[in-house]
């Protein structure tokens, strides 16, 4: 197979940093917003691909337009972070990307979620998985192959069933499962990456 070399004009900030370099198989990102996490997601279905030849990746949104829109529509995400001159085919109607070493990545909406169990899943990113219905998640977990890579991204949404996910890769927590772990990065954190000083609490009670 041809060796293709690509640099991605991609400087992840420490926070991403941690979410890529961890190994468990299980991981999960709660987070605000403006972290990055559909580029670090991107990415993260980017890295497997090349890495993994005749791999299938499957990004999960909470609908099939947003999948188009965040990933998609917006070209300068598919243009930076899957460069043409490796894609062997690419498909706007159905939202895939084939690359050059056999390997898929497939955007999706959870509404179309009842036609991933017949395909086998490497690995699968449920993006704002706060906001897809936990049914969803049962319906797609039977076709990941034994040793498939699952992220699960989200901002916040109280007490729903990405909050008991969350507690599965959660450090010190009753419900942790072994080769799962979850992040958690709060406002100021992020405010913080963008604009060092600033004070979330102060801003808020000066407006």
């Not at 041809?2 to 992840?12: A, C, D, G």
């Not at 179309?112 to 017949?118: E, M």
Request: net charge neutral; with cysteine.
């Amino acid at each position: 197979m041809e060796r293709i070399q690509v640099n991605l004009p991609y400087r992840p900030h420490k926070y991403q940093e941690e979410v890529h370099n961890a190994k468990e198989q299980f991981r999960v990102l709660c987070c605000t917003r403006r972290f990055g996490k559909s580029t670090l997601a991107l990415v993260e279905a980017f890295l497997f691909a090349v890495s993994n030849p005749k791999s299938t990746i499957y990004i999960v949104c909470p609908t099939f337009g947003q999948a188009k829109r965040i990933y998609w529509r917006d070209r300068r995400m598919l243009a930076t972070y899957i460069p043409k001159e490796i894609r062997e085919q690419d498909n706007e109607t159905e939202a895939f990307v084939v690359l050059w070493n056999g390997s898929s990545i497939n955007f999706v909406g959870s509404e179309n979620a009842d036609v991933l169990p017949g395909i086998k899943i490497d690995f699968l990113i449920l993006d704002e998985a706060a906001y897809i219905d936990e049914d969803v998640w049962q319906i797609v977990s039977p076709a990941l192959s034994p040793s498939a890579r699952v992220l699960f991204l989200s901002t916040p949404r109280g007490d729903n069933w990405f909050k008991t996910v969350y507690e599965q890769g959660e450090k010190g927590s009753s419900h942790k499962l072994s080769d799962w772990r979850s992040f958690r990065y709060r406002g100021q954190q992020i405010i913080d990456l963008h604009h060092p000083g600033m004070d979330l609490t102060q801003k808020k009670l000066d407006e």
